[in-house]
């Protein structure tokens, strides 16, 4: 399952059946096939919300809750979401890696061709997509490991590489740097930018930092309401009258990120932005 | 594959019916072979030193558990209230013989059905059960449950651990430590619940319908040796049954 799928929301709200509030208020948003796009907002602004409801998985498991607007998916078009599970055409990767580990299989190696079997591959392809996909999040030395014995940096890496194995169009990441050193966020980051060139992906975050290196879109929600969309270069351009909207914790993170003069990187920002 | 999942557990199903058949000197001698087995014989061998200690760990314990076994009953059956030997001691032949049989019978059968779980991949087995004919859908809960058994130590010193810190009695007296159960358990349940729902999503997010497909390396017929050992078995089963 390959090719790119462009994403797009008209008016999309959610409300899970037991909360008097919208968990996502009527959101409007497109993101162009083969692009990057960041969510960024504070815990409990709607993010995983939006993930699931791409996904289907919020269709699937919480029939109960209301949706309206309209979502839409590689041309097709759903009402309110999906209601059934879209992989392998949509991937999400859950936020707690080690959920993701399916306990069903052996070693690493078995775990990410678990995900293959699935599909019903043959055995070739299987054993062809697998060492292709150790190679390119390196983490070929994890092959034989058993899953239950990863450290947290290496379990979310190796329940990324079981999603994108499937090489789904559309991949949803769910807070990918949560348990990521540094080192790890830039491989990361790097398997991101080749991620664009064959699938369209999403990722949510409470910082910046993946954001501003790899995201050609930004979506910013706060309490289920989306506060911006648009082009990162707008979003950086225009960072200065979003102040008063943007929810604080961002605000705090681009003025220490950008703004204040201090390491090389934050000047070299400043001065793209044409900010003293 | 000559020694394959399905042959090493027909050969486990013979030491099984063994164990019931024979006589206790005989079920002692099988008990070391196994012992042998999992030491020298490839197809028996551990998966990973760990699981070589903890066999040898648990072949201890067992001989030792097989032991109060043998003393409990000899000292407490008296059967027709016959010592043994001229010692004054209260141990009666008919309860040292009752006591042997039992004793060596749950230690030939415990080692032997260890041997196989301790050589045998989690895969292995689940591709066995499915080939065995087992519906998909219990082969997955016993495959998350042994799952989640394996994970359970670690959860629950995550919980002491916590509990601890909050200022609960875990390490204190058995009283204390009792009584902190609940504030133990309770986490442990719900935390279960909630992740039972997280990983059955991430299951279907990564196409599990609920079927374990099996692919062409993952067939394996019942060898010749398989069909012998299952034979045997039965005939030892039949031969206890019908004419002892």
Redesign the interface.
């Known amino acids: 399952m390959e090719g790119f799928m462009e994403i797009e929301a008209r008016d999309f709200s959610f409300r899970y059946s037991e909360s008097a509030n919208a968990a996502l208020s009527s959101l409007t948003f497109a993101i162009p096939s083969g692009s990057c796009c960041a969510i960024l907002g504070p815990t409990g602004a709607g993010k995983t919300t939006l993930l699931y409801a791409l996904s289907g998985a919020l269709g699937a498991h919480y029939s109960s809750g209301r949706g309206t607007g309209l979502v839409r998916i590689g041309g097709e078009e759903f009402n309110p979401v999906p209601q059934n599970v879209l992989f392998p055409r949509v991937g999400l990767a859950l936020q707690e890696p080690h959920v993701q580990i399916s306990g069903l299989r052996e070693t690493v190696l078995e775990e990410i061709q678990f995900t293959l079997e699935n599909i019903g591959l043959d055995d070739n392809l299987i054993e062809a997509r697998t060492i292709d996909i150790l190679r390119q999040l390196r983490i070929q030395h994890l092959a034989e490991r058993k899953p239950g014995t990863l450290s947290g940096g290496e379990m979310q890496r190796v329940a990324l590489a079981s999603l994108l194995v499937a090489r789904p169009p559309v991949i949803l990441l769910d807070e990918p740097v949560t348990s990521i050193d540094g080192p790890g966020c830039l491989t990361l980051a790097r398997s991101i930018v080749s991620l664009k060139k064959k699938s369209t992906v999403l990722f949510t975050d409470t910082g910046l930092d993946l954001a501003l290196s790899v995201a050609d879109w930004i979506l910013v929600l706060a309490a289920g309401h989306q506060m911006f969309f648009g082009e990162k270069n707008s979003f950086l351009q225009n960072v200065q009258s979003f102040s008063g909207i943007l929810p604080a914790h961002i605000w705090q993170s681009i003025s220490n990120k950008l703004l204040a003069p201090g390491t090389d990187r934050q000047r070299r920002f400043a001065r793209a932005l044409g900010i003293r | 594959m000559f020694f394959g999942p399905s042959t090493k557990f027909a050969f486990t199903f013979l030491l099984g019916a063994c164990a019931f058949a024979l006589s206790w000197q005989l079920n002692i001698a099988l008990a070391v072979f196994v012992v042998f087995l999992e030491h020298r014989a490839k197809p028996f061998r551990p998966r990973s030193s760990q699981t070589h200690r903890a066999f040898r760990r648990f072949a201890v314990q067992i001989s030792l558990l097989a032991l109060f076994i043998v003393i409990l009953n000899s000292l407490f059956l008296r059967g027709a209230g016959q010592k043994i030997g001229s010692l004054d001691l209260p141990l009666y032949v008919d309860g040292l013989k009752f006591g042997l049989a039992v004793g060596t019978r749950v230690m030939l059968l415990s080692l032997s059905i260890l041997l196989f779980f301790t050589s045998t991949?989690?895969?292995e087995f689940?591709f066995l059960l499915l080939n065995a004919g087992i519906p998909t859908s219990i082969v997955?809960i016993i495959?998350?449950s042994?799952?989640?058994v394996?994970?359970l130590p670690s959860k629950i010193g995550q919980i002491f651990s916590a509990q601890e810190a909050r200022g609960a009695p875990v390490k204190s007296k058995l009283l204390a430590r009792a009584r902190s159960l609940f504030s133990v358990l309770s986490p442990l349940v719900l935390s279960s619940i909630a992740?039972s729902v997280?990983?059955g999503?991430?299951?279907?997010?990564?196409?599990?319908?609920g079927q374990?497909?099996i692919?062409?390396?993952d067939g394996e017929k019942l060898s010749f040796p398989g069909y012998v050992f299952l034979l045997l078995g039965v005939l030892a089963i039949l031969w206890k049954v019908l004419w002892k």
């Open positions: 991949s989690l895969r689940s997955t495959l998350l042994s799952h989640f394996e994970q992740e997280e990983r999503t991430a299951l279907e997010l990564r196409g599990f319908r374990l497909q692919r062409k390396s």
